[in-house]
């Protein structure tokens, strides 16, 4: 299981769980991965979030849904939209919680067209590594 965050030397240097790892479902909603988790992760990982780039806006539809931007150059995530994304993700809340759960993988999500994605999408393969560094142990 995923219990801290490594840079890209291999040392942990941050304890957080991944939302995954949470308990059954995860236990996350999506205003706490957007405004406590993520910022966390772009501060610790700070260096690769800025060479990825890009802004990212995640439309969560649904109750405990909502919109969020991530900005990638500048490591910030903020409530509200944002007029030219360089990644737009659409998915409804409860799609949202068991994907985080691990219940629903990405790319059946993407095929069955439970989350829909505009924009470039080596950033969301980008991103995607960045949510979800490798195991440290």
């Not at 989350?115 to 991103?127: D, E, I, N, T, Y």
Request: hydrophobic share 40%; glycine share 10%.
């Amino acid at each position: 299981a995923f219990d801290g965050l490594a840079n890209f030397s291999g040392e942990t240097i941050m304890s957080i769980q991944h939302p995954s790892t949470m308990g059954e479902p995860a236990s996350l909603s999506p205003t706490q991965i957007f405004e406590e988790y993520l910022p966390k992760i772009l501060t610790t990982q700070e260096e690769q979030a800025r060479s990825i780039g890009g802004v990212c806006v995640f439309n969560i539809s649904g109750d405990g849904g909502g919109i969020w931007t991530v900005d990638l150059p500048n490591l910030q995530v903020k409530s509200g939209d944002y007029k030219a994304p360089d990644l737009r993700l659409e998915m409804p809340a409860d799609d949202f919680a068991e994907m985080l759960g691990g219940k629903l993988d990405a790319e059946q999500a993407l095929q069955s067209g439970r989350l829909k994605f505009f924009g470039r999408p080596q950033l969301l393969v980008s991103l995607a590594a960045l949510l979800h560094p490798p195991d440290t142990k």
